[in-house]
């Protein structure tokens, strides 16, 4: 581990006591940032560091879908699938990414509620909040990236 990020671990654990439980998910939320992804060795690293099991790390990482065991190759579109979001038309805009997935130049996956409801249906594209999408929106992002 490198000497910055074992700086900014002391850091996030001194920030919530240190208490390891409560630091594990900024901890992961940082090394999510830094390399896009969280590694085997990453969670080998953070278990030596909170003294936490790497099973424990590795099921908290795989209930939260916004962190990833993989290095992502696309940027990843995540379509809110809660109520307000169904209910303005985000079932018909997964079904139009479910059927051009090979011509889209980005992933997509489905994700509860992220806190646009006023703005449904919306999104996230590598975090950055889309509100109001449409098929046609969605067909203007692809062209952009």
């Known amino acids: 581990m490198s ?3 074992k700086e900014k671990f002391k850091e996030i654990l001194e920030y919530y006591d240190n208490n390891p439980f409560l630091s594990l998910i900024p901890i992961l939320n940082f090394i999510q ?6 590694s085997k060795d990453k969670i080998k690293e ?5 003294n ?18 993989e290095k992502k190759e696309k940027k990843t579109l995540y379509i809110c699938k809660n109520i307000s979001c169904l209910l303005e038309g985000a079932e018909e ?8 997935k090979d011509k ?3 992933d997509f996956k489905e994700c509860e509620c992220i806190g646009l409801c006023d703005f ?9 909040p889309l509100k109001n999408l449409s098929i046609e929106k969605i067909k203007e992002l692809n062209e952009k990236i």
Do not use: V
């Open 120 to 128: 449904a249906p919306a999104g996230l594209l590598d975090f950055k």
């Open 33 to 38: 940032d830094e390399e896009g992804f969280i």
């Open 46 to 50: 953070i278990s030596k560091f909170l």
């Open 52 to 69: 936490i099991k790497e099973n424990l790390i590795y099921e908290t990482l795989t209930f939260y879908h916004f962190l990833s065991l």
């Open 3 to 5: 000497d910055s990020i």
């Open 104 to 106: 889209l130049n980005f």
């Open 93 to 100: 805009i997964l079904e139009y990414l479910r059927e051009n």
